[in-house]
């Protein structure tokens, strides 16, 4: 999402720009995500929620989501859902498959890698002489080499709920360039989801979401207990993903199969996860479905400035920057957003 934004805001400033993509189809994650761009409605909350944060550029986001949002809004991305169901957010839905398609086009179109040129997304080649480069390749949550030297020895196990072009190229480029990391590059966000032999394609990383961990006792295959304290289970998901095999047990009182989370009955949850194929054991008393924690987002990369630098002339935005929601969760695809449109002017020379 960030090159897509950068490239589009560039555009809107009078530059030329070619976006260069290295799947088959544009969108990345953004494409494959629930679609909610939100913001803590709080500023002291997102900071207690993210405290090893950057607070500068937690700040800048906080403060110009809503704007970016009305941008966002004016290309012609269609809103469908106004506020995010969750008392401590605020923000709007998007249809990801519609949004990526009004991106696109308002970021002048994509080529493949075999384009010359430059500017977003496009560390495989180099840009023309003193041509400021942006990196927008959305972390490394694809790469498991560099999730078990960052994140976790059971990088084999976890499920990579993620686009598969996200494999850490923005950090080796930037590192390469002489920009460092910031704090937190152990830190991901993940979701609870079906257990093998359970068969998950892309387009089910949403419905399949075991999201009741608020309701269940959480397991390891050792039979030691976690006790979930974030409502987003940021917490569960970073603790089940350091487990053995990444996997976890939700056992739940059938009395709160018909609990309600964000709109889904729990019961309605696990029915999906047992339909899916994933280890599901009925008893009298409770429901307990085998999860496996699915990587879906690096929240750790380059150390950025607000102005979305990285190093010299060399700027990073979405996935590729960390330091905003160290410590807990935030919204990756705001994150992109802010900071897309933010990198664009940065690397024109334009005011913030
Ligand atoms: C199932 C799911 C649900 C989610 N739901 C939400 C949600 O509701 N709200 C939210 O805030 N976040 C959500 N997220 C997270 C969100 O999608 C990401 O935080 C966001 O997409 C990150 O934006 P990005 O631009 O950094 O990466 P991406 O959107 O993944 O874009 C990066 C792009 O760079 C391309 N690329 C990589 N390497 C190269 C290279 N070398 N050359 C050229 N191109 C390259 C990739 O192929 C990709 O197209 C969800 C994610 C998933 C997977």
């Not at 979930?228 to 487990?243: G, N």
Request: glycine letters at 12%; charged letters at 25%; one cysteine or more.
């Amino acid at each position: 999402m960030a090159g897509l934004v950068a490239a589009a805001e560039a555009r809107r400033l009078g530059a030329d720009v070619l976006v260069l993509e290295k799947l088959d189809r544009p969108g990345g994650s953004m494409r494959l995500s629930s679609g909610v761009i939100w913001r803590h409605r709080d500023f002291a909350r997102f900071r207690a929620e993210c405290p090893r944060g950057d607070e500068p550029l937690q700040r800048t986001l906080f403060e110009r989501l809503d704007a970016d949002l009305r941008w966002l809004e004016g290309l012609g991305a269609p809103v469908t859902e106004r506020g995010t169901g969750n008392p401590l957010t605020t923000g709007l839905r998007f249809n990801p498959p519609a949004l990526t398609e009004v991106l696109v086009r308002a970021a002048g179109g994509l080529r493949s890698h075999d384009g010359a040129g430059v500017v977003t997304g496009t560390p495989l080649l180099s840009p023309p002489d003193g041509a400021p480069l942006i990196l927008a390749t959305g972390g490394f949550a694809a790469d498991r080499p560099l999730l078990r030297e960052h994140v976790t020895r059971e990088a084999d196990h976890v499920l990579l709920r993620t686009a598969p072009g996200s494999t850490g190229d923005g950090l080796r480029l930037g590192l390469d360039a002489g920009a460092a990391t910031g704090a937190g590059l152990d830190e991901i966000y993940a979701r609870a989801m079906p257990a093998p032999p359970a068969r998950i394609a892309p387009g089910d990383f949403v419905r399949l979401a075991q999201l009741y961990a608020a309701h269940a006792e959480v397991l390891n295959e050792r039979g030691e207990r976690f006790e979930a304290a974030t409502w987003s289970e940021i917490d569960v998901a970073q603790w089940m993903a350091r487990q053995p095999r990444a996997r976890a047990w939700l056992r739940v009182p059938r009395a709160r199969l018909d609990r309600l989370v964000r709109g889904r009955a729990v019961g309605a949850m696990v029915d999906a996860a047992a339909a899916a194929g994933a280890p599901v054991r009925r008893e009298s008393e409770h429901v307990t479905v085998e999860t496996v924690a699915g990587i879906t987002t690096t929240l750790g990369g380059l150390r950025v400035d607000e102005h979305a630098r990285a190093a010299p002339d060399l700027f990073a935005c979405g996935a590729d920057a960390g330091g905003i929601a160290t410590g807990g969760y935030a919204s990756g695809l705001a994150a992109a957003l802010v900071f897309g449109r933010i990198a664009a002017r940065a690397a024109l020379g334009e005011a913030p």
